[in-house]
């Protein structure tokens, strides 16, 4: 097994992403970030591509491709070297979702996840003694859950329930979660709780909780795509949590959970463009083997303009996506560009999977093609990190001040 991250460690450090002057395309990436790309590109074709679909078929995670994923740096991605991660750049990390999201959407979601989001929150909020102890294990083999969602607190995120409530020295919790990514895998879990429901959005606190301390997965979820990614209903019962587990400050888990959820739509972006790409991909080849009127059907104009308007239409999101990721890198606002990458590309990714089936009529429709699968995991693309309206929603705020 290739070993993707370490193999360029302190020389491509002299070419990260914020010292290029960028006067170049946005297809322009470091060698780091090739290096990212085409190393996961091979590790998703050989490790990942031979078992997707008894991966989906079983709904479960296959051990080897989490392990792999673990050995290759890719469960570490923007984490320091001092704590066991490759230390690779944002830009780096959406490379590697769309990567694995053209083979298969669901491994994408626990690797865009795990590092965009859990990670990330870790390494900005955590403080050294919670680095040493959660970020080390999360790059190198422990899997971590975003505990935000409750049954009446999807899009109203802040609505949420779950109670902490502080008895000496811990933090006693209790509350149910929903639709959590990676649970049943994970053994952290960044739980999103209200110190007091009396102060609103300004009570809710992070706090970084072990599985060992009682969290209970109540139902795992049986789910129309990304069947292997783990989506479950956890139950928190009287969970003891020490205090030294609280995540930065007490009552800004709000502004943590919006900061994070922000950067992290540009990953989803990255996943759906991936997806997309992958189904096209899927497609296309069988058009040029299938005849149809003495003909390829690929070689039916109908058929081609369809293909170059769909690639046409991936290429905006890709580069959104792309762009979205340096404006992040460049500390510059980016949270606009951000949405609307995850929008645009969810919905071209719908488009595209649509398509690829249409182009393949009906072995398109069976099993024999992985193109099914692609039509039923496009669809959490507009329901993840905030739905297609919520994007809208954000977009829009952020346009009325340039005109009203
Ligand atoms: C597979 C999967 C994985 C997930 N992983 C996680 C995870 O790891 N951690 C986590 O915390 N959560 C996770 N979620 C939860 C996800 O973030 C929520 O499902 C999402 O935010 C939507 O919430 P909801 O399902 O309650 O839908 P609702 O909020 O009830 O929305 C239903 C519909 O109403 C619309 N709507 C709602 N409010 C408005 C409004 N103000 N204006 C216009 N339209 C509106 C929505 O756009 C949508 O079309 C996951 C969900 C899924 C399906």
Not at 40 to 52: C, E, G, L, N, T
Not at 157 to 176: D, E, M, P, Y
Not at 383 to 400: P, R
Request: aromatic residues 10%.
């Amino acid at each position: 097994m290739f070993r993707i991250a370490k193999t360029f460690s302190r020389g491509a450090r002299l070419f990260s992403s914020s010292s290029i002057a960028r006067t170049t395309s946005l297809h322009h990436l470091t060698p780091e970030e090739t290096m990212f790309k085409e190393a996961v590109a091979k590790f998703a074709k050989d490790v990942i591509s031979p078992r997707v679909r008894e991966m989906d078929e079983k709904e479960m995670l296959d051990k080897t491709v989490l392990q792999g994923l673990f050995d290759n740096g890719l469960m570490g991605l923007e984490v320091p070297s001092q704590y066991g991660g490759s230390e690779a750049s944002f830009m780096s990390a959406i490379l590697v979702i769309e990567q694995l999201a053209k083979v298969d959407p669901a491994v994408a979601t626990l690797c865009d996840v795990h590092n965009t989001v859990v990670n990330t929150v870790v390494r900005m909020y955590g403080t050294e003694a919670q680095k040493e102890k959660y970020l080390a294990p999360l790059a190198t083999e422990k899997v971590g859950s975003f505990c935000l969602s409750e049954a009446g607190a999807g899009s109203d995120a802040f609505a949420l329930q779950t109670r902490a409530t502080k008895s000496g020295n811990k933090w006693i919790l209790n509350g149910t979660k929903m639709w959590i990514s990676n649970s049943y895998e994970a053994d952290i879990f960044l739980v999103f709780a209200t110190v007091d429901p009396s102060l609103g959005y300004k009570g809710i606190t992070c706090f970084i909780v072990e599985k060992d301390w009682g969290v209970q997965v109540a139902k795992k979820e049986q789910k129309l795509g990304i069947r292997s990614s783990s989506t479950c209903v956890l139950s928190f019962d009287n969970v003891e949590v020490p205090e030294e587990n609280v995540l930065g400050e007490i009552g800004k888990g709000y502004k943590y959970a919006i900061g994070i959820l922000n950067e992290g739509r540009i990953g989803i972006g990255a996943l759906m463009t991936g997806l997309a790409q992958g189904a096209v991909d899927s497609a296309i080849p069988y058009t040029f083997q299938r005849k149809q009127f003495g003909q390829f059907i690929g070689d039916f104009q109908g058929m081609q303009f369809q293909f170059a308007q769909v690639q046409t239409e991936i290429e905006a999101a890709r580069l959104m996506t792309y762009n979205a990721a340096r404006l992040k890198e460049e500390g510059k606002p980016f949270v606009m560009e951000a949405a609307m990458c995850k929008l645009y590309a969810a919905q071209v990714a719908k488009k595209a999977a649509a398509l690829a089936i249409e182009w393949t009529g009906g072995v398109g429709f069976t099993r024999d093609l992985i193109l099914e699968k692609y039509y039923r995991d496009v669809m959490v693309g507009q329901i993840y990190e905030g739905t297609s309206n919520v994007q809208l929603q954000t977009i829009a705020k952020m346009l009325k001040p340039k005109y009203a």
